[in-house]
């Protein structure tokens, strides 16, 4: 069974640039979630989606971070305009229900804003 | 104060046992996580309890829960090398999603 992919693996952008993040989960999985591991820090949840339809989004910063998941497959998350404390791994997961079932996480993507 | 508090490092002997604590704050949570973080790699959740339970044992791996003093532990028997990693515990209050603490680095040198 293929696990969760993301891609890109890093990403290096000045501040004031836009970046997005793809995420594919893992095949039949319904739920997706979207986290935020500063380093030294664990993971952040900033957003979660239930097929297409979010879920959960009160952490997500939305003046500047946006995400979508069209399809109930693959999810964006895209961040307009960048600022340097959004230097981070941003991790993606799936699960097959959301409610106590196990999250599969991805490699993350490691973004550097300078 | 954070939600979810893990003391940063524990450096162990291979071999030896490993424990790793964690207290949490909220007394709703439902499910108490174990996870563990290679280098360059997502979360790997290792085991969980549910918060009725005291114990929870899984080969190697032994998780206490004492729900009174909101504590939960994990210990790695017979430590190995390839069990150095970042482990993050982690509280599921009603909706399930999980809030992690900053993680406990073990080191395992021979």
């Known amino acids: 069974e293929a696990g969760v992919a993301q891609s890109p693996r890093y990403k290096i952008i000045e501040k004031r640039q836009s970046v997005a993040f793809w995420c594919n989960p893992i095949?039949?999985?319904?739920?997706l979630y979207w986290y935020q591991q500063i380093l030294g820090q664990g993971p952040k949840l900033l957003i979660q989606?239930?097929?297409?339809?979010?879920?959960?989004d009160s952490q997500l910063p939305k003046d500047r971070f946006s995400a979508e998941r069209l399809k109930g497959v693959d999810s964006t998350l895209k961040i307009q305009p960048a600022k340097l404390e959004d230097s981070a791994v941003y991790l993606c997961?799936?699960?097959?229900?959301?409610?106590?079932?196990?999250?599969?996480f991805g490699p993350g993507t490691r973004l550097t804003v300078l | 104060g954070e939600d979810v508090e893990q003391s940063l490092f524990l450096s162990v002997r291979e071999g030896d046992s490993s424990v790793i604590n964690c207290t949490y704050t909220?007394?709703?949570?439902?499910?108490l996580y174990w996870y563990k973080q290679e280098p360059g790699a997502g979360l790997q959740l290792l085991t969980y309890i549910f918060s009725n339970m005291d114990m929870k044992q899984d080969q190697r791996l032994t998780v206490l829960l004492n729900k009174k003093d909101k504590h939960l532990s994990l210990r790695i028997a017979d430590t190995q090398t390839g069990d150095s990693a970042i482990y993050f515990c982690?509280?599921?209050?009603?909706?399930?999603?999980?809030?992690f603490g900053r993680g406990t680095s073990l080191i395992v040198h021979p």
């Open positions: 997961a799936s699960s097959s229900t959301g409610i106590t079932d196990t999250q599969y």
């Open positions: 095949s039949g999985h319904a739920t």
């Open positions: 909220d007394s709703s949570s439902t499910y």
């Open positions: 982690a509280e599921g209050g009603g909706s399930y999603i999980p809030t």
């Open positions: 989606f239930q097929n297409n339809g979010v879920v959960d």
